[in-house]
């Protein structure tokens, strides 16, 4: 809906800093008299300039309205001085605090309290129209605003939108009392009339004095325009305008705003009446009948939804159990408190609460209340529970037997006789179905509409309950893997070794593929006349659970890697039960020897087959070419775009015959260009290959 009411004879406070009539402001940083600072122009009106200002004698931030000259007669001075006095009493919460009128270098300020915010002309603007209920709320501070300046004879008399300023909380405050009204503005029948002319009362435009009725007027046709986007009556010409408010009937507000209920209409009606009897008497009695509008449409809305006592009791035991719900991050606790509630509150002798599995798709089952059997799994539409999650409505069935969706092996089972079923999606907010809440046999009578209504409300906190779980824990194990990662970045350093050796009678290299994930594997290498270890770490759970453990073990492999043989390496490693599996390797001249705990033991490599050892230790004379490897487990969980991933033994065999043609960075980075172009990849691990070849 566009905006009407945007006149020529309509004047408001301009939010461009500039002026139609020329007025030069006064520029930012000038003092005026010695005591106000001009920070800012805030913008131009009928009367003149506005500013932001600074007074430095109470040092406070104010706003200061400079009074055009051509708008302030002589005789109109001391009428004004008359008003500000008077306008300086209103104190309220929803009224601009006028402090006052000051005369500098021959120029005429007001000077009041500055408020942040916007004007409602201005929230209109962008708007076009309000909402029923901000703009009701808006009205009331307006009325008591109005009420409170009623009260001690103070009158608005220029009341419309550009008049109000809506702070950032959404209070609205009531500015220029007596003082934004034009000296000059228009000439109806018997003299001058102060104010803007869409929002005057027919009886001052008749040459009648001021009233509180007439600031009501005013008000009605405030909310007219907040409600439609338009004020009832308006006219570009300014003598056509008066004739047409005082003989016109404005259009009715429902045939603007169809949606507005009648009530309402009737309140804006009656404030806008061309009669002053006939519109409210007074400011408060405006808002006390919004107040009364605000309470039927809370009865209406209480009645239509049956708030009855017995809901509400059912209602307030729900929230009871979120208390708890609140308190238990423990999946199997949270269901048990909201089945138990179900069940309770319905008369129920037992229940069941499905939920979807997010891997298979399919709905399990365990008896939480009542019984309890081994889970049972449904296929989507399967069963009571199955069509409920399939259709996402609540399904009663009085008689389970004599319904061809029941399932009656469960009671073959668990030997319940089943007789009534009532059972109602686990709906979330955003209308996923992530399980059914289903309860069985009402003691006394059957499952009635009632029950229906609540358990619906039980499955939604139950869906709300289950997501919550399920996002926490996301959240918990997404900052897990974190917090690892950057536990394993940050020792990273000391995992490694911080060069390589070049050994005598050896060819040897560590060879990594990295996967997309952070991974934590530790692995030393010693180096000495012809004698080369290997020792390599891995962590057998949690990453976070093992960097320490495996710090340590590092350590002290290290130490033995010069002079211990394999086994002796990896028992005192897992003698320190540091949570890691195990691999070490030792060639000492012509002599290997091997062994592992909770990992695979290195491979010995001839003509490009592995030699047959023993499965967790061993010890070998070795030839000249024979290549040793020690993988990481990442060599196990390699993917592949289509068919099988390549085998452990497999890639190692692989690896050893590219060995046979060329050095062995060379080989493997062969081996990886190859899998690449065959589709396969990394898993989450990975690839680490020690390997070493005996040269003589």
């Keep these: 809906m566009s905006r009407e009411s945007e006149s020529p004879t309509r004047e408001g406070v301009a939010a461009t800093p500039t002026s139609a009539t020329g007025e030069v402001p006064h520029r930012s940083g000038s003092v005026l008299g010695g005591r106000y600072r001009v920070d800012q122009v805030l913008g131009f009106g009928g009367m003149g300039v506005v500013y932001r200002a600074h007074d430095l004698k109470l040092d406070a931030e104010i706003a200061l309205k400079r009074i055009r000259p051509d708008r302030f007669s002589p005789e109109r001075r001391e009428t004004l001085r008359r008003e500000i006095i008077l306008a300086r009493r209103v104190t309220h919460e929803n009224v601009c605090r006028v402090y006052d009128l000051v005369e500098i270098a021959g120029e005429e300020f007001v000077s009041m309290e500055y408020l942040a915010g916007r004007t409602l002309k201005d929230i209109e603007q962008k708007e076009k129209i309000l909402p029923f209920g901000r703009g009701l709320a808006i009205a009331k501070g307006i009325c008591n605003g109005l009420a409170a300046a009623h009260r001690i004879g103070v009158l608005h008399r220029d009341l419309k939108p550009e008049n109000v300023m809506v702070g950032e909380d959404g209070q609205p405050r009531l500015m220029d009392f007596g003082i934004a009204v034009e000296t000059g503005g228009f000439v109806p029948q018997g003299g001058t009339v102060p104010g803007t002319p869409q929002f005057l009362a027919p009886e001052l435009l008749q040459g009648e004095s001021p009233t509180v009725r007439t600031d009501v007027y005013a008000m ?391 030699v047959a050892l023993s499965p967790e230790s061993a010890e070998t004379e070795t030839r000249a070419g024979d290549v040793l490897v020690m993988a990481s487990t990442g060599l196990e969980v390699l993917r592949a775009a289509t068919g099988s991933a390549p085998a452990r033994n497999a890639s190692l065999e692989r690896f050893g015959r590219l060995t046979s043609s060329q050095p062995l960075s060379s080989a493997f980075a062969r081996l990886v260009a190859d899998w690449k172009r065959e589709g396969v990849s990394t898993g989450d691990r990975d690839v680490l290959l020690l390997a070493a070849r005996r040269k003589s």
């Design 220 to 610: 009605g046709v405030l909310l007219y325009e907040m409600f439609t986007g338009r004020v009832p009556i308006d006219d570009d010409n300014t003598a056509r305008l008066v004739r047409r408010i005082v003989r016109e009937v404005p259009p009715s507000v429902r045939s603007l705003r169809p949606d507005m209920p009648p009530d309402l209409a009737g309140i804006l009606d009656r404030a806008i009446a061309k009669d002053p009897e006939a519109r409210f008497a007074d400011a408060t009695a405006l808002a006390d009948a919004i107040v009364a509008f605000e309470g039927q449409v809370l009865d209406r809305v209480l009645a239509e939804v049956s708030v009855t006592r017995a809901k509400m009791v059912k209602l307030m035991v729900i929230l009871e159990a979120n208390k708890s719900l609140a308190a238990t991050l423990d999946t199997t606790e949270t269901l048990r408190i909201i089945l138990s509630t179900a069940t309770s509150e319905t008369g129920a002798e037992r229940g069941t609460i499905f939920l979807n599995d997010p891997e298979t798709g399919e709905l399990v089952s365990q008896i939480l209340e009542g019984g309890s059997i081994s889970p049972i799994r449904l296929a989507p539409g399967r069963g009571i529970a199955g069509s409920v999650a399939a259709t996402g409505e609540i399904v009663n069935v009085s008689d389970a037997y004599n319904d061809r969706r029941f399932d009656s092996g469960t009671d073959a089972g668990s030997g319940f006789h089943t007789v009534s079923i009532l059972a109602a999606p686990m709906r979330t907010p955003a209308g996923e179905i992530v399980g059914v809440v289903e309860i069985l046999n009402k003691r006394h009578g059957a499952f009635t509409k009632e029950d229906e209504e609540f358990l619906a409300e039980v499955g939604t906190h139950a869906a709300l309950a289950v997501a919550g779980l399920r996002q926490h824990q996301t959240d918990v194990e997404k900052a897990r893997r974190e917090g690892a990662a950057r536990a394993i970045r940050g020792a990273s350093t000391f995992l490694v070794p911080h060069a390589w050796p070049d050994v005598p009678g050896f060819e040897s290299a560590p060879l990594r593929w990295r996967s997309e994930e952070v991974n934590l594997i530790a692995f030393a290498v010693e180096g000495g006349a012809h004698r080369l270890g290997f020792l390599l770490l891995e962590p057998a759970g949690n990453p976070e659970d093992s960097l320490g453990g495996m710090l340590l073990a590092l350590e002290a492999g290290r130490r033995l890697l010069p002079s211990a043989p394999a086994p002796e390496i990896v028992a005192s490693v897992a003698a320190l039960d540091s949570g890691c599996a195990a691999s070490a390797a030792c060639w000492s001249g012509g002599k290997l020897t091997l062994a592992s705990s909770g990992g695979s033991l290195p491979v010995l490599l001839r003509e490009g087959r592995p």
